[in-house]
């Protein structure tokens, strides 16, 4: 059975950082493209990072190239992102996602797509407030 726990979640004020965790069990994450969702309260969905089970490459929405960064420990079976100056705007549950099941050709354009992806952790609350 497949199981995404993300941990790392909390408050912090704007300029910090904050290290997301995805550890995954059922699974070995390195065999699966892996994302990372965001929902704000009243917004929609929003893409933020994914990584390439093929390749390793990374995707990023615009709203936070340069801030945050997408990496796996194959080891320990984990994603992460590294999220750095943070900004009252990156408040929201973050979720890991897994189970692309859109073409490896398109990963570029449908990485940021929800419903390419089959399995969701619970989410963790990420704050940004001074």
């Known amino acids: 059975q497949v199981q995404l726990a993300e941990s790392g979640g909390g408050l912090v004020q704007p300029g910090e950082s904050l290290r997301l965790s995805c550890a995954a069990s059922?699974?070995?994450?390195?065999?699966?493209?892996i994302g990372w969702f965001r929902q704000a309260p009243g917004k929609e969905r929003e893409g933020v990072s994914a990584?390439?089970?093929?390749?390793?490459?990374?995707h990023y929405a615009d709203s936070v190239k340069g801030r945050f960064t997408i990496s796996r420990d194959n080891t320990k079976n984990t994603v992460y992102l590294q999220m750095n100056s943070l900004k009252p705007e990156d408040t929201a549950v973050y979720h890991c996602?897994?189970?692309?099941?859109?073409?490896?050709?398109?990963?570029?354009?449908?990485?940021?797509?929800?419903?390419?992806?089959?399995?969701w952790g619970q989410g963790v609350q990420v704050t940004v407030s001074s």
């Open positions: 996602v897994s189970g692309y099941r859109g073409p490896t050709t398109l990963l570029g354009r449908l990485w940021n797509v929800s419903g390419q992806y089959e399995h």
């Open positions: 059922g699974f070995a994450l390195q065999l699966d493209t």
């Open positions: 990584i390439s089970r093929t390749d390793g490459s990374t």
